[in-house]
T-cell receptor, first 115, second 110 residues
Framework: DTEVTQTPKHLVMGMTNKKSLKCEQHMGHRAMYWYKQKAKKPPELMFVYSYEKLSINESVPSRFSPECPNSSLLNLHLHALQPEDSALYLC??????????????FGPGTRLTVL | QKEVEQNSGPLSVPEGAIASLNCTYSDRGSQSFFWYRQYSGKSPELIMFIYSNGDKEDGRFTAQLNKASQYVSLLIRDSQPSDSATYLCARGDGNNRLAFGKGNQVVVIP
């Protein structure tokens, strides 16, 4: 299985809502990532989990809260978002390799619209 | 200076021709380089990775790495309309981070 899955595919939420994005992989990868991508821009790294522990937080606002319940699952909890947070949210996974030979595989993404 | 530079203007190539994409990077210590293809509205798909100087071929794709000159390139031979997409160059930084270039749109004209 060489797939990263994400749910939901699309999400529309109001600024007062709380919602969660989910990501799952069964490739045995021990690093998982959340990226945000705006139109015509490259993906921007938000968080990295390595061996289920948060290893990188790229100064993301606290209205985004990541969670890694186990080695296959990654969640992103959303609360009090702003319209400028509307974007494609991408999950990725990779091996953890000290030599940096860590090809990252992306899921299909969740298209988020904040009203 | 940005970490990874790609000339971002669209590249139009006739069907059957070779598309050539270039990427330069600033960190001489970089060891791993990746090319992702992204169709409009879809997620990035890894198509090539290269770690050693020289060429690496996979089907119609060839990645070339020159660490002395700090560039990596992607050649697409026999370009097809299905190759029309944005191609993202990225380098690994050794800490599970990828530094992406802005991307290069390729349009293959039938």
């Amino acid at each position: 299985d060489t797939e990263v899955t994400q749910t939901p595919k699309h999400l529309v939420m109001g600024m007062t809502n709380k919602k969660s994005l989910k990501c799952e992989q069964h490739m045995g990868h021990r690093a998982m990532y959340w990226y945000k991508q705006k139109a015509k821009k490259p993906p921007e790294l938000m968080f990295v989990y390595s061996y289920e522990k948060l290893s990188i937080n790229e100064s993301v606002p606290s209205r985004f809260s990541p969670e890694c319940p186990n080695s296959s699952l990654l969640n992103l909890h959303l609360h009090a978002l702003q319209p400028e947070d509307s974007a494609l949210y991408l999950c990725a996974s990779s091996q953890v390799d000290i030599l940096a030979y860590n090809e990252q595989f992306f899921g299909p993404g969740t298209r988020l619209t904040v009203l | 200076q940005k970490e990874v530079e790609q000339n971002s203007g669209p590249l139009s190539v006739p069907e059957g021709a070779i598309a050539s994409l270039n990427c330069t990077y600033s960190d001489r210590g970089s060891q791993s380089f990746f090319w992702y293809r992204q169709y409009s509205g879809k997620s990035p798909e890894l198509i090539m990775f290269i770690y050693s100087n020289g060429d690496k071929e996979d089907g119609r794709f060839t990645a070339q790495l020159n660490k002395a000159s700090q560039y990596v390139s992607l050649l697409i031979r026999d370009s097809q309309p299905s190759d029309s997409a944005t191609y993202l160059c990225a380098r690994g930084d050794g800490n599970n981070r990828l530094a992406f270039g802005k991307g290069n749109q390729v349009v293959v004209i039938p």
